[in-house]
């Protein structure tokens, strides 16, 4: 990796060593979430070991802190999709940046990691369009296809976890209507019950008070009793529904706030996709042209050298003319005046170029 010299990594495990992995295939791994920051790496088999979290280039600056329990070891920020979609990690736990201290949301950090992510993928695809290679152009297209449906996916994945995330909001809410509800109806109940406690208090105070009045009646003590139980529930209803009144407020701030969240990355997800197919379109437009102008040139070139076959053909080289032997001397007749043949054609001297239109 790029603070140390070793080109093959070793993981341990339990029953050995795992490996080796090259650097990058090491970064793959911790990008999936299969390294965190308590795992052992080594160049050598047997050692010696070093923390995966102690490598700068893993990048392991991460650390999610449940509602519960200790924090999870230290991780990279693109493996909270695969803890997400595995529901190891939930959307709405604090995740901590430890060089900064910054304390995040588990989907906000997610979030901004996946639109820096993206805007390196625009800027590769940007980059490759121009610069295309004529040698292998369909190679080329499936590359920047493959890439263009895997961001697709992701966006895709990562509206359907905003969607979610807003269903599990609603359902939440709708939970705490339902006890604010029933707080309610107890505390009706309650009510009733108390004034009507309170009658027959104030109706036994004034039998209390007649003349015939034999003392307290034995059951005043139960009564009373019963009353000041009723009223310390009375009491506890009230603050479990003042309490339950202020977790639905904030649950319908948070589901608002979300709904603001989800629209604006809705909005820049489709941009986005937009964006990447108006690029694929003109990516295929200078592929197409790229092969019509291949096949162009390949036909351009059959009849080139067809026409260089047939001139060979039409004009064969001079064949050697056999030496004649001695004959006796006659006299000699008259020469004919030899024919003037018309001189060969040249041959090229090189290849012929041949206009294309």
Known sequence: MNNTPHSEWYVKAEDGALGPFSPQELIQQACMGQIVGTDELSAKTEGPWLTAES???????WQVKPEEGDPLPRCHVLALRNWVEEEKVQPYWDITHLPSGEVYDVVDALCSALLAQNHLLEERLSTSAHPVSSDHPSAR????????DHSKKEATKWQRLYEDEIKRNESREQELLQDNE????????????IKALQRRQATLDESRQLPNASGPLSGDKDLASAYEELKLQMTHLLDSLQLKSRQLDEAREQNRELTLQ??????????KVDRVSELHED???QLNKLEQAHVHLSRS??????RLIQLRNQNPSPARTPVQTSAPKAEAAPKPAAAQTPPPPEKPGGPVKIKMT
């Open 55 to 61: 490598l700068e280039a893993l990048e392991l600056d």
């Open 141 to 148: 297209g499936q590359d920047l296809q493959i890439e263009l």
């Open 283 to 285: 990516t295929l437009d």
């Open 262 to 271: 989800i629209r604006s990355a809705r909005k820049e997800a489709e941009e």
């Open 301 to 306: 070139f059959r009849e080139l050298n067809d």
């Open 182 to 193: 029933t707080l309610r109806a107890w505390q009706r109940k309650a009510a009733e019950r």
